[in-house]
């Protein structure tokens, strides 16, 4: 005997109403998926003006002080530089070393 609980399929979904709550929902992925790429592409933007940001470690100073006394010690991430490249700004690197990889290849028969 079968109940209706084990049923493969749910009663609403046999409406016809289920094609325009996809399509809202496709509209809604479309926007969500705009407003990524904008936010990426601004974050990208600000990467390429500001490529450095503060070291996490040290927060920017460089350096630590001792416990004891007045002694500093430099930051062993940053090298005492206090400043840390950002992700994207080794995104764009990667882009742009792959970029001209590939076109300044003498493989393409260019030069001679």
């Given at each position: 005997?079968?109940?209706?609980?084990?049923t493969p399929y749910l009663?609403?979904?046999?409406?016809?109403?289920?094609?325009?709550?996809?399509?809202?929902?496709?509209?809604?992925?479309?926007?969500?998926?705009?407003?990524?790429?904008?936010?990426?592409?601004?974050?990208?933007?600000?990467?390429?003006?500001?490529?450095?940001?503060?070291?996490?470690?040290?927060?920017?100073?460089?350096?630590?002080?001792s416990p004891f006394g007045?002694?500093?010690r430099h930051c062993g991430?940053?090298?005492?530089?206090?400043?840390?490249?950002?992700?994207?700004?080794?995104?764009?690197?990667?882009?742009?070393?792959?970029?001209?990889?590939?076109?300044?290849?003498?493989?393409?028969?260019?030069?001679?």
């Open positions: 005997m079968l109940s209706s609980a084990a009663p609403a979904a046999t409406h016809g109403s289920d094609l325009a709550a996809t399509v809202h929902t496709a509209g809604q992925v479309a926007t969500v998926a705009l407003i990524l790429t904008v936010c990426i592409a601004l974050y990208l933007l600000t990467c390429l003006v500001w490529p450095f940001g503060k070291c996490r470690r040290c927060k920017g100073a460089g350096k630590f002080k007045n002694a500093y991430k940053c090298d005492g530089s206090g400043l840390r490249v950002r992700i994207g700004r080794k995104v764009i690197s990667y882009y742009r070393r792959t970029h001209n990889a590939a076109t300044n290849s003498t493989s393409k028969g260019r030069g001679k």
